[in-house]
């Protein structure tokens, strides 16, 4: 079982940057395929970024490409997210979460464990 806490996030203006990091538990934390997904109240929770378990492959939505990075520290079993140029529409609650395959990264549903969440605001 992997468990997972989301820490970094605040309030920021537009244009400012931020580092999510995600600890998880867990020995086979380097198994799991990690993502980064993002809701807003009454709204569906967003696929932001993906990692695959050995970091070598990531994939972005749209609209964070170019701004936002996502990367992977094995040893110190954390997942973090660069978010740069933030934008007021980036304003959310950030959830990380866990996966054995990386397929379907982008589906909410198939991910195995989540993260509490941590909140972003972003100010014009």
């Known amino acids: 079982q992997v468990q997972l806490v989301e820490s970094g996030g605040g309030k920021v203006q537009a244009g400012g940057s931020l580092r999510l990091s995600c600890a998880a538990s867990g020995r086979t934390f380097s198994m799991y395929n990690m993502g980064w997904f993002r809701q807003v109240t009454g709204k569906e929770r967003e696929f932001v970024a993906a990692?695959?378990?050995?970091?070598?492959?990531?994939d972005y939505a749209g609209s964070v490409k170019g701004r936002f990075t996502i990367s992977r520290d094995n040893a110190k079993i954390t997942v973090y997210l660069q978010m740069s140029n933030l934008k007021p529409e980036d304003t959310a609650v950030y959830y990380c979460?866990?996966?054995?395959?990386?397929?379907?990264?982008?589906?909410?549903?198939?991910?195995?464990?989540w993260g509490q969440g941590t909140q972003v605001t972003v100010s014009s």
């Open positions: 979460a866990a996966k054995r395959l990386y397929t379907n990264y982008h589906v909410p549903r198939e991910y195995d464990y």
């Open positions: 990692i695959s378990w050995s970091g070598s492959s990531t």
